[in-house]
Every structure is written in C-alpha cells, then in structure tokens.
C-alpha cells in the first residue's frame, strides 16, 4: 500500500500508474488537482475495484501529515511505501527572496517530508517499509535564480540519508534524483532547453517514465539498498 504526495499529475501520477499496475493499492495525496486525482482513482478503481482513493491537504499546514497518515490508515489499514513527490518550483533570485517564499519552498521540499516520514514511520516500521524521497540534481548542482530551492533540495538529500540512518533496519530510505525528464509548465526557452539536454551524457531528454521504473525498482527489487540517492538524469550530473 503506496501513499503518494502531489500524486495527481505528472511525473507522480506516472509513479501511482506504475505502482499500481504492478498491484499495490495507491492513496493519491493532491493540494488542488482535485479534477486529476479523482479521474486517476478512478482509473484505477475500474481496473482493480477499491484500489486507490484520494485526499486534500496542504502540506504546510502543522496538522497534515499525520491527519494524511491517518487517513491512509484508515482507508487500507496498512502502510508500506510512502513516497514524497510534492514539491514547489519558482524562481528565487538573491535580493529579492521574501520570508514567504523560503517558508514555502522549504516547506514543500524539505519540511513536509520529514514531517511525513515521522508520521509514517510506526506503520512503516511495521511493514519493514520503504520510503522514497524525490530530490533533483540540483540538490547537488544549483540551479542559477533559484538558490531556495536548490538548498531545500540539498536538504533533503541528507535528509534522506540521515532517516536511512535512523529508522533503519526496519525501514529503507532512499532518494530519486531526476534530470531533464519533464520541463516545467511555465514557457521555458528552447535555447535552454537545448543546452540543458547537450549537458547530459546521453544527449537526449528522458520521461517521466524512466523515473517511475527507477521507483519500481526500489520498492520491489532493492531489499538491499538503503541511503541511496539514485540520479536518474542521462548523465547530467556527471
């Protein structure tokens, strides 16, 4: 039974599909894709009757992570992978950074995972569970205009070692780190993007389906692997 935050819409909704298609239950966390999330449960209903559900709550409120938790709980009466993919996106260029903004952007990256993972981790242990942080490349190599994020990302990098370390053995920790393999919704210059993907080792973009088999991969053939951080970006990082 997978709990997956921001699991509405692209590359998480992609994670749920897979998952779910390999035969776990799915409670589809959204903020405010509400239409997306219900037609995904839906989806997977018909597929497999009373196999995934839906719940509303943002992530920064104090009380959200254990109330998802526990509505998790009980919906399916049991939790095994919970899987931290919400995140905020923005620019943040020096001098113009507000208090707002790194309350926001900490918040959605940083915070609400380790807030969750607290919440998940007496079910977790239960089920000798795993949990699967989403992290980004530039965690480790910042992104020019967005020092907020690249740092809340760079946190959560070692916070998903750091938890790798304190809940283990009963729980696996580990991170995703993607690459170019979904631009944002914002326009974004083609010139960059050019760049973006000559930087990478393979030359071209990857999908958001290369990132949802890596997370197959840890939940289901990884017994072994804990504390890692998985780069899943053709070669960018290198």
């Known amino acids: 039974m997978i709990l997956i935050t921001g699991g509405a819409r692209r590359i998480g909704a992609e994670i749920a599909r897979t998952l779910h298609a390999a035969g776990a239950s799915v409670m589809i966390h959204y903020r405010s894709s509400a239409a997306a999330a219900i037609a995904l449960a839906d989806e997977f209903n018909r597929a497999r009757p009373r196999s995934a559900a839906i719940h509303a709550a943002n992530l920064l409120s104090p009380d959200a992570p254990e109330t998802l938790v526990a509505a998790t709980l009980l919906e399916f009466g049991r939790l095994d992978i919970l899987i931290n ?93 993607p690459g170019p393999v979904l631009w944002p919704e914002n326009d974004m210059d083609e010139d960059l993007k050019r760049e973006i993907i000559g930087k990478t080792a393979l030359k071209r973009p990857g999908s958001p389906q290369d990132i949802a088999r890596t997370a197959l991969f840890l939940a289901k053939d990884a017994p072994y692997i804990t504390g890692q951080i998985i780069a899943v970006d053709g070669g960018r990082s290198i």
């Open 85 to 177: 993919n919400a995140s905020g996106f923005y620019p943040t260029p020096v001098g113009k950074i507000t208090l707002p903004q790194w309350e926001d952007l900490m918040g959605s990256n940083l915070r609400a995972p380790l807030f969750l993972a607290q919440a998940a981790a007496p079910s977790l242990g239960l089920r000798r569970g795993l949990i699967i942080n989403m992290v980004d490349i530039h965690g480790l190599r910042p992104l020019k205009g967005y020092p907020v994020y690249s740092a809340a990302k760079a946190g959560l990098a070692m916070l998903t070692r750091s938890l790798a370390r304190e809940l283990g053995p009963e729980i696996r920790v580990n991170g995703i780190a």
